[in-house]
């Protein structure tokens, strides 16, 4: 079963203090002094674009949904496991009152906030917070009516068995050329 919830009802935005710099004062590699990724309204690399020094993130954040708020890609949405900060033109959500406790998790949610929210924003109808927290996303239910995190695990690691076997296949195929 699946139910509709306002993004608001599920979703809080972080809010994460200002990077006093702009995207061409970070360099586009990681190094060892450049080494936490930033965030932008890009789509390449999960819209993580450049690098700064831990000393210039005022927060640090993971485990959270970006979610890009201006131009081209505005409402595309990403799964971030791992350590970021937010630059300029996006932000990032979290579950309210709940870590994301699995990439699985992490995954399926991102799929059913693009699901909800990246054909209703465009260059003009921009993604911010504001338009999207009360966009309906769909998530599926138990019996109660609680968010069933244990399906949204189960159905992701499916997707990701299915498409291991089909890599399997394909390799086979060309292991015989």
Same mark, same amino acid.
């Given at each position: 079963?699946?139910?509709?919830?306002?993004?608001?009802?599920?979703?809080?935005?972080?809010?994460?203090?200002?990077?006093?710099?702009?995207?061409?004062?970070?360099?586009?590699?990681?190094?060892?002094?450049?080494?936490?990724?930033?965030?932008?309204?890009?789509?390449? $690399?999960?819209? &993580?674009?450049?690098?700064?020094?831990?000393?210039?993130?005022?927060?640090?954040?993971?485990?959270?949904?970006?979610?890009?708020?201006?131009?081209?890609?505005?409402?595309?949405?990403?799964?971030?496991?791992? $350590?970021?900060?937010? &630059?300029?033109?996006?932000?990032?959500?979290?579950?309210?009152?709940?870590?994301?406790?699995?990439?699985?998790?992490?995954?399926?949610?991102?799929?059913?906030?693009?699901?909800?929210?990246?054909?209703?924003?465009?260059?003009? $109808?921009?993604?911010?917070?504001?338009?999207?927290?009360?966009?309906?996303?769909?998530?599926?239910?138990?019996?109660?009516?609680?968010?069933?995190?244990?399906?949204?695990?189960?159905?992701?690691?499916?997707?990701?068995?299915?498409?291991?076997?089909? &890599?399997?296949?394909?390799?086979?195929?060309?292991?015989?050329?």
């Amino acid at each position: 079963m699946f139910k509709e919830f306002k993004i608001s009802e599920i979703f809080e935005k972080i809010e994460t203090p200002k990077i006093k710099y702009k995207a061409n004062d970070f360099p586009e590699e990681w190094s060892k002094e450049y080494s936490i990724p930033l965030l932008t309204a890009g789509i390449d $690399n999960q819209g &993580l674009s450049r690098f700064a020094k831990p000393s210039d993130c005022p927060m640090i954040i993971k485990n959270c949904i970006s979610v890009s708020a201006n131009g081209a890609n505005s409402g595309v949405a990403f799964y971030q496991p791992a $350590n970021f900060a937010v &630059l300029q033109d996006a932000y990032a959500i979290k579950i309210i009152n709940r870590e994301i406790q699995c990439v699985e998790e992490g995954l399926y949610l991102t799929c059913a906030l693009n699901k909800a929210i990246k054909d209703n924003h465009d260059w003009v $109808n921009k993604a911010s917070w504001n338009r999207i927290k009360n966009d309906k996303i769909s998530l599926p239910v138990d019996e109660n009516e609680n968010i069933d995190w244990q399906f949204m695990y189960n159905y992701i690691e499916k997707l990701m068995n299915e498409q291991i076997e089909k &890599l399997k296949i394909y390799l086979k195929s060309i292991d015989k050329l």
